[in-house]
């Protein structure tokens, strides 16, 4: 396990902190990443602890985590809420587990975030970026058209799409292992276009730039003849996009965001939608298949009996 550096502050609330991390830890089941976020917002809030004075966990009262908040004020909008989640939680647990007597960040809450989700594609401007993106002579064009139509036809993460293997694409079965989050496996349709272009690269192309390397069984390859990289896929993309020139902002979430989008706009369950993109939550699905005000109305006047007048 890795080392961590001790919390700072008054010993018993650092004692209580590093007890509320090892509950994240060990109960809840946390990631390291996760805890080590945790652990260095307690950090700050410990030392802003110890300049007001407070040197046991009672003495803690509202006021101490109201000026907590205030001195986050300037930061981004997401670290200061994830600062007084810290925080909240903290107290949440202490006050659970009866070392205190009360839950002075009870009434604090973190600020909302304001939801920035990348806006779909019309249809033609994807088809305009997967054929600028294979415009052109040599394997690179047919490997970038492959990995275009992979992206879109699948709704798969850059992650995904880079970790492919050949053995991981049944062509003949039209379909694709993908391996998302925490090595969770998911098997999604490759559609007839992606087939092809799949096909190709791997009969016209990926031999020429494995030549190159010392074997690999990634499907996507650099002109080294190895694993094509997250980096390059994104390079890869918005080459594809200044090519077509195309007015909108295109990253590989705004490729996942639109096939997500088309499929509901083209009537798909959104339990389908949720298996596809491999979400765990029904609701994380509904953040990113929102679809337009104009197509709710559009639906709603065709399939409501009441809606014409």
Not at 33 to 44: E, G
Not at 70 to 87: D, Q
Not at 208 to 218: Q, Y
Request: net charge neutral; glycine share 8%; charged share 20%.
């Amino acid at each position: 396990m890795a080392s961590h550096t001790p919390l700072p502050g008054p010993e018993p609330i650092a004692r209580l902190g590093e007890q509320f991390l090892a509950h994240l830890a060990v109960e809840r089941s946390l990631s390291h990443n996760t805890v080590s976020s945790y652990r260095r917002d307690l950090a700050k809030y410990f030392s802003h602890l110890q300049a007001r004075g407070n040197a046991l966990i009672g003495d803690v009262g509202p006021e101490d985590v109201a000026s907590f908040a205030e001195c986050l004020e300037g930061m981004a909008r997401a670290s200061v809420a994830r600062s007084m989640t810290a925080v909240r939680s903290f107290h949440a647990f202490v006050f659970e587990e009866g070392s205190t007597g009360a839950n002075p960040a009870a009434d604090v809450r973190p600020p909302k975030i304001p939801s920035r989700l990348p806006k779909a594609m019309d249809i033609d401007d994807v088809a305009a970026l997967i054929a600028a993106g294979g415009a052109g002579e040599g394997p690179a064009p047919l490997r970038d058209r492959a990995l275009l139509e992979v992206l879109y036809g699948t709704g798969a993460r850059i992650s995904e799409a880079v970790g492919l293997s050949v053995d991981d694409v049944d062509l003949a079965g039209a379909s694709a292992r993908l391996f998302g989050k925490g090595r969770k496996e998911r098997v999604v349709p490759l559609g007839g276009y992606a087939v092809e272009a799949i096909d190709a690269y791997l009969v016209r192309a990926r031999p020429s730039l494995a030549s190159s390397g010392l074997g690999t069984p990634s499907l996507f390859l650099n002109t080294r003849g190895r694993p094509l990289s997250r980096q390059s896929a994104w390079a890869i993309i918005q080459n594809a996009a200044e090519r077509a020139k195309l007015s909108v902002h295109v990253s590989p979430h705004t490729l996942r965001h639109s096939f997500a989008t088309h499929l509901l706009q083209g009537g798909a369950d959104i339990r389908v939608v949720q298996e596809l993109l491999g979400h765990s939550s029904l609701s994380t699905t509904q953040i990113y298949t929102m679809v337009s005000r104009d197509t709710v109305r559009e639906v709603y006047a065709l399939a409501h009996p009441r809606a014409l007048s």
